[in-house]
């Protein structure tokens, strides 16, 4: 009975370490075949040696201009070298001290504006850009209305107005030495938006009533002295404004 029972009890103690001496050995067994696995797994992983590096493309490339662009340039640089030996030719002094209005001149625009006060009048007078007329059109032109039609002209719309808000408006044209008025209006800030009556042609009042109109303008700096270094002002501003144009011009060709 002694032995048995020692017998039972040695049998009970080596069951656990069996299993333990089990797992150990499957372990043991599964650990070459887990290790020869990630190596598999390792050697198929993507190499970035394998791959070819993406092509770099690049929209900065410079493009070889077509040679009609190339001319094209050619053509404006000459155009702009023409334009600053005119503009060197043709500088005209400051303005004159008895000159009775103030200059506003803004580049880029091809109108200019003059404002002075006159005895509780604004008087502000809009010039724009020269009528030139050269040789060669001289020979196609008729000689009508005392020649003017041979002569240079500077288009300018005059404007008196009252602290009431009432203006009047003359549309001219200067020539040298003298200035003609083509249009008269009243100018009414309050009936803009309506059709109102403008009155008969300048052309058709009376010869006295229209030299009246031309001595109401001089007395207000409207005369031909101020409308002659006018032509020449404007005709120096066409120059800049023409170089300016052919300078952006040359920018956005060559961009």
């Known amino acids: 009975m002694a032995f048995a029972s020692i017998l039972r009890k040695s049998a009970t103690s080596l069951v656990p370490l069996a299993g333990r001496l089990a797992r150990v050995q499957r372990n043991y067994c599964y650990a070459p075949f887990s290790a020869a696995l990630n190596r598999a797994f390792v050697s198929q992983k993507p190499s970035q040696s394998t791959f070819p590096r993406s092509l770099d493309f690049s929209t900065s490339a410079n493009v070889k201009k077509p040679s009609s662009d190339e001319s094209l340039l050619r053509v404006i640089e000459s155009e702009i070298q023409s334009a600053e030996e005119s503009e060197d030719n043709g500088l005209i002094e400051g303005v004159p001290s008895d000159f009775p209005f103030k200059i506003e001149d803004q580049p880029g625009f091809q ?10 009048e604004t008087i502000k007078v809009e010039v724009n850009m020269p009528d030139l007329v050269n040789g060669e059109e001289n020979e196609d032109v008729d000689d009508d209305d005392n020649g003017k039609a041979y002569q240079s002209s500077l288009p300018l719309v005059a404007t008196v107005s009252k602290n009431s808000g009432l203006s009047l408006e003359f549309s001219c044209v200067a020539f040298a030495d003298e200035i003609s008025i083509d249009g008269l209006a009243i100018r009414n800030p309050n009936t803009e938006d309506q059709v109102v009556y403008e009155g008969p042609d300048f052309q058709d009042l009376d010869v006295n009533l229209q030299k009246s109109f031309h ?3 001089e007395v207000r ?14 005709i120096n501003k066409d120059r800049q404004e023409h170089l ?8 956005f060709v060559e961009a």
């Open 221 to 234: 700096g409207i005369k031909p002295s101020t409308t002659n270094f006018l032509h020449e002002y404007m």
């Open 111 to 120: 109108a200019i504006t003059l404002t002075r006060e006159y005895n509780g």
């Open 244 to 251: 300016m144009w052919l300078t952006k011009l040359k920018k």
């Open 215 to 217: 001595k109401y303008l």
